[in-house]
Nanobody, 122 residues
Framework: QVQLVESGGGLVQAGGSLSLSCAAS????????MGWYRQAPGVQRELVAT???????NYADSVKGRFTISRDNAKNTVYLQMNSLKPEDTAVYYC????????????????WGQGTQVTVSS
């Protein structure tokens, strides 16, 4: 019912920057929480950053001060600006959104993007 399409991943040297974007489309009445998660080989998926519909943000300690999450509610899009990248940031990054499909819906449904690879070389 909802698709999250991510873009912006790639290869960058340590200390460099990348910008990710994720646009949600489909049967959407409202989107509350949006966020970014990442998964590196051999580890479980971890939270990177979240942002509420009113702009309240939350960051993992490992990225605080380096990454910035933002969103455009009119476009149903969330962004992640990644600066001062480190090799340990290498992972597949997944967009997440909690969607209310209609006014009559009784709960939020979580959707995930397809993932975009971010590789930081040393």
């Amino acid at each position: 019912q909802v698709q999250l399409v991510e873009s912006g991943g790639g290869l960058v040297q340590a200390g460099g920057s990348l910008s990710l974007s994720c646009a949600a489309s489909g049967r959407i009445f409202s989107i509350n929480l949006m966020g970014w998660y990442r998964q590196a080989p051999g580890v479980q998926r971890e939270l990177v950053a979240t942002i509420t519909s009113d702009g309240t943000t939350n960051y993992a300690d490992s990225v605080k001060g380096r990454f910035t999450i933002s969103r455009d509610n009119a476009k149903n899009t969330v962004y992640l600006q990644m600066n001062s990248l480190k090799p340990e940031d290498t992972a597949v990054y997944y967009c997440n959104a909690h969607v209310l499909h209609s006014y009559s819906s009784t709960f939020w449904v979580a959707y995930w993007g397809q993932g975009t690879q971010v590789t930081v070389s040393s």
